[in-house]
């Protein structure tokens, strides 16, 4: 798989998230920007960090982990840090480029250490140079930028750009769940899911993805949807 181009190329990606940076950090979130991100971050996967994209072993960042996770775009880490508490057999990866959401995970990170979680404050596109085939065994895209205006669709990060590098960084029989409370988003999923041969949808009744996955504790932004009257959807699909 080629390589994305960098934005320091002076050939920008086309964003798929929003806003970096959002109401101003208080002291002790930015304490915690400055002294504990540098020891949860994953040496290398920053491209500044690694420009010739050498490749990193996940699993072997902490001992007794046996696969790796990737969570993309944790927001502010709920999900994040549940799943890594009960798998502690798994590493978890999380990416996440609005400074705030960041703050807020270490925060919960200050308060309730884990070994198995590692952070990125930055574009999960980065992962894709630095992850051999075969790197994740889940990975999780919960509630992301909906992007709703026509002209923006090609931001969104389910699509024909990113899904080839998905399927690579993909093991044989993984799980990407793709949560949203968005229609339109659920159709622009499923119609680009249909060109990527490489994953298969296991959903066999409505049931499958109006249902929370069996694991699945619960984020702000799904509390949020449904006080709207926003029917939150599931969706599951295996790496074939």
């Known amino acids: 798989m080629g ?6 190329d002076g050939a ?14 208080r002291k002790g979130q930015k304490s915690l920007l400055e002294e504990r991100l540098e020891a ?9 960090e690694n420009p010739e994209r050498r490749l990193i072993d996940f699993r072997a960042l902490e001992p007794g982990c046996v696969e ?10 709920e999900h994040l840090l549940a799943m890594a508490r009960a798998n502690p057999s798994a590493l978890l990866l999380g990416c996440e480029p609005f400074r705030n959401g960041v703050a807020m995970c270490l925060a919960a990170l200050e308060a309730s250490p884990l070994q198995n979680v590692r952070v990125h404050e930055g574009d999960a596109r980065e992962v894709f140079d630095v992850a051999p085939d ?3 065994s889940r990975i999780f ?42 229609p339109d988003y659920v159709r622009h999923v499923l119609e680009a899911m249909r060109a990527a041969p490489e994953f298969r949808w296991t959903a066999e ?5 109006r249902r929370p996955w069996a694991d699945w504790p619960g984020t702000r932004y799904e509390a949020k949807a449904l006080a709207e009257g926003r029917p939150p959807h599931y969706l599951t ?4």
């Open 3 to 8: 390589k994305l181009t960098p934005r320091e």
């Open 134 to 136: 075969a790197a994740f």
């Open 141 to 182: 895209v919960n509630y992301p930028d909906p992007w709703p205006k026509k002209r923006h669709h090609r931001r969104r990060f389910i699509g024909p750009e990113t899904l080839p590098h998905l399927a690579r960084i993909a093991a044989p029989g993984a799980r990407l769940h793709v949560a949203t409370d968005i």
């Open 68 to 77: 790796a996770w990737l969570e993309v775009g944790f927001g502010g880490g």
């Open 12 to 25: 920008p990606w086309r964003n798929f998230y929003g806003r970096r940076r959002g109401k101003t950090l």
């Open 205 to 209: 009744g409505p049931e499958d993805w």
């Open 40 to 48: 949860l971050s994953v040496p290398g996967l920053a491209w500044a």
């Open 237 to 240: 699909f295996v790496r074939v």
